[in-house]
Nanobody, 128 residues
Framework: QAQLVESGGGLVQPGGSLRLSCAAS????????VAWFRQAPGKGRKGVSC???????LYDGGVKGRFTISRDNSENTVYLQMSNLKPEDTAVYYC??????????????????????WGKGTQVTVSS
């Protein structure tokens, strides 16, 4: 069964770091663009970062310089390294994979309906 599984979430103090992982099984991730989205309580799902099949990256302005997305095709996994975390980063983080590029509406335009694969999410809580 093809799926994405996120891990690495948890409770961290402001200024701390976490690394999220998005592992694919049942399909090969290297031909897909992979994005991280997050959803805070009472808010809509929003794109955080995206990495294309060629390694090109996009970041939301609120995380640029603090978060780094990367992929290890040998591990069939995409990572999100989060540093200098802030309370406003608290959310459930989801990864998603799609055959279209990060410039596509699935990532930039909130057109989630056609996304090929979604994970179930991992909770990140930033609090002292």
């Amino acid at each position: 069964q093809a799926q994405l599984v996120e891990s690495g979430g948890g409770l961290v103090q402001p200024g701390g770091s976490l690394r999220l992982s998005c592992a694919a099984s049942g399909f090969i991730l290297d031909s897909y663009s992979v994005a991280w989205f997050r959803q805070a309580p009472g808010k809509g799902r929003k794109g955080v970062s995206c990495i294309g099949s060629s390694g090109n990256t996009l970041y939301d302005g609120g995380v640029k310089g603090r978060f780094t997305i990367s992929r290890d095709n040998s591990e069939n996994t995409v990572y999100l390294q989060m540093s200098n975390l802030k309370p406003e980063d608290t959310a459930v983080y989801y990864c998603a994979a799609d055959v279209f590029s990060c410039d596509g509406s699935w990532y930039t335009g909130g057109n989630f309906a056609g996304i090929d694969y979604w994970g179930k999410g991992t909770q990140v809580t930033v609090s002292s």
